[in-house]
């Protein structure tokens, strides 16, 4: 079956811009997780919706927001970018809220801001 | 709070030779132990898992067992390949906060032919 896909994989905004990312989980998968990931910070928790309800949200500005749709596909929004929000995001689902069975990843979206 | 410490990399070894690589986690619930490879350009992928402890999680050569009286969670292969040269992470999750994954810094394995 498909693994979970994120798009687009590369982006460049400038400063001051906004951005969406995009994230399908694997089918019947109903949790969604988004990590950011940076050489300095290392993987940092952002977010985590089920049944389009946001669960958990990491130490992140209010500029970084998410949502999940009703299919349980999910997008996260970053307004107002900053230099430092140049980073590799990843998406996560996992089939419930805890099963202990471990996240399956996307590829990521690599971000760029310039 | 949740925190996980692994070695720091890199870690270089010669094809065949024996893997370690450390991490030791502090939690406070009961939480379940990950151990995820990332390989260049790509996102990361469950290499290994275990829920409870004693458990041993294992996968593609690799083992890991979980020691609550250590707080560890040592990841081990008996002879590495070239192909195993990526990142590895290790990670946590406890009852106490659902799906959030507290990742260690990661640790590069290089390994040459």
């Known amino acids: 079956k498909a693994g979970v896909t994120q798009t687009p994989r590369y982006l460049i905004k400038t400063r001051g811009q906004q951005v969406t990312l995009s994230c399908s989980p694997i089918s019947g998968h109903r949790s969604v997780s988004w990590y950011q990931q940076t050489p300095g910070q290392g993987l940092q928790f952002l977010f985590e919706y089920f049944s389009e309800t946001q669960r958990n949200k990491g130490n992140f500005p209010g500029r970084f927001s998410g949502r999940q749709f009703s299919n349980s596909r999910s997008e996260m929004n970053v307004s107002t970018l900053e230099l430092g929000d140049s980073a590799l995001y990843l998406c996560?689902?996992?089939?419930?809220?805890?099963?202990?069975?471990?996240?399956?990843f996307g590829s990521g979206t690599r971000l760029t801001v310039v | 709070g949740n925190s996980v410490t692994q070695m720091e990399g890199p870690v270089t070894l010669s094809e065949e030779a024996f893997l370690t690589i450390n991490c030791t986690y502090t939690?406070?619930?009961?939480?379940?132990l990950f151990w995820y490879v990332q390989y260049p350009g790509e996102g990361l992928q469950l290499l290994l898992k275990a829920t409870k402890a004693d458990d041993k999680g294992s996968n593609k050569g690799f083992e890991a067992t979980y020691r609550k009286e250590t707080t560890s969670f040592h990841l081990e292969k008996g002879s590495v390949q070239v192909s195993d040269s990526a990142v590895y992470f290790c990670a946590l999750s406890d009852d106490n906060a659902g799906n959030m994954l507290t990742f260690g810094g990661g640790t590069r394995l290089m390994v040459k032919p």
């Open positions: 996560a689902s996992s089939l419930d809220v805890w099963t202990g069975d471990g996240y399956t």
């Open positions: 939690a406070t619930g009961y939480p379940s």
